[in-house]
Structure formats: C-alpha cells, structure tokens
C-alpha cells in the first residue's frame, strides 16, 4: 500500500506548539502513532487526522478507515476560563485578550457568530463585528479573522466569507457551555 504525503499547513506556530504540549502533558504515556497524528491535527485547528486527511483528498478508497477511536483533546481550564472572562454572558468580546492563544479562541468565537455561505460587505462584516464587541476595534477583528484564515476577502476587500473550518477544541467547549447556562 503506497502513501499518499498529508500537508499540514499551521497558520500559528506558537499556538500549535502550545496545543501539542498540551495534549501531549495530559496524555497518559507515549501516545500511539494514531492518537500523535489526532493530537497533531487538533493542535493545527482541525477535529481529528481523519478530517485532515478529508480536506487535503489524500484518504485513497479501499484503504480502512482509522479507528474511530480518538482521545479526549487536551483542555488547558486555565485558558478557557481566561478567555470567557473576555466576554460577556452574551457573548460579546469585552475586551481584547493580551495573550496570542487566548486572542485566537476569542476569535474562533466570534467566528461561530459569522453566517456561513453567505458574502458579505465590508459595511456587513463591520456592522456585525460591531454587535459582537465593546471595546471599538471592529477593524482589528476584522483583519485578524482574516489573517488567522477564519474570513475570506476579495483582493479590494469589497466581499468577505467566513471560511469552514473544524472548530478550535476551546472554543467548541466555551461554546457549549454558554449553551447549557443559557438552556438553564
């Protein structure tokens, strides 16, 4: 059976770095080959390697697929609950985060609150950003949504998308857990 090379493209080295740590320090032993290459896809912003594998087209047919078996992603509660201090019990951005790790989930977030598949204007995209946040700076988020590859933009800007991606495992759980406070 031949392999087929799986690029794996990090847009935050720093931020990758630290996931992999993480995971890896909450790991119990050596993790296997399989549960490197699921650790390694998380901490690069994807769900697990087989999604991975999915987007780059690299799965080839007749090949078995990987166990479904995936360990828990490592959680770091510290930056979770750093990161939900910055918001509200709306979910408004209160203010910018100083940490590089806790600005990218805060971003992820306001990426939840995107409308998929549908463009925009920047006069959209601005009025949105602007309900999401209280601190004034929608053009900041704006740019880094798009440099963290979470938006897509025209070469004028003139029209904006978010992009599809797996969530960010820290965000997901903020995200659910503001959905069981707000069902309480």
């Not at 650790?39 to 991975?52: D, E, T, V, W, Y």
């Not at 998929?116 to 950003?129: C, D, F, P, Q």
């Not at 601190?135 to 978010?162: K, Q, W």
Request: proline letters at 5%; aromatic letters at 4%.
């Amino acid at each position: 059976m031949s392999r087929k090379p799986i690029p794996l493209t990090v847009g935050d080295t720093s931020a990758f770095a630290k996931s992999l740590r993480l995971q890896l320090a909450a790991h119990e032993g050596l993790p296997s080959h399989l549960q490197f290459l699921n650790m390694m896809a998380r901490a690069a912003g994807h769900g697990k390697f087989q999604s991975l594998r999915a987007k780059t087209g690299s799965g080839s047919e007749g090949e078995p697929p990987t166990p479904a078996r995936v360990a828990d992603a490592a959680i770091d509660r510290k930056h979770i609950e750093r990161v939900q201090r910055s918001f509200d019990e709306e979910l408004r951005l209160m203010r910018w985060p100083s940490r590089r790790m806790d600005q990218i989930t805060a971003l992820w977030l306001l990426w939840s609150r995107i409308p998929s598949a549908r463009e925009m204007s920047e006069k959209e995209v601005n009025a949105l950003l602007r309900d999401r946040h209280l601190f004034g700076d929608h053009a900041l988020l704006r740019r880094e949504l798009c440099e963290l590859g979470l938006m897509s933009r025209t070469r004028d800007g003139s029209i904006y998308r978010r992009v599809e991606r797996p969530m960010q495992i820290q965000a997901a759980t903020i995200l659910r857990q503001h959905s069981s406070r707000q069902a309480d």
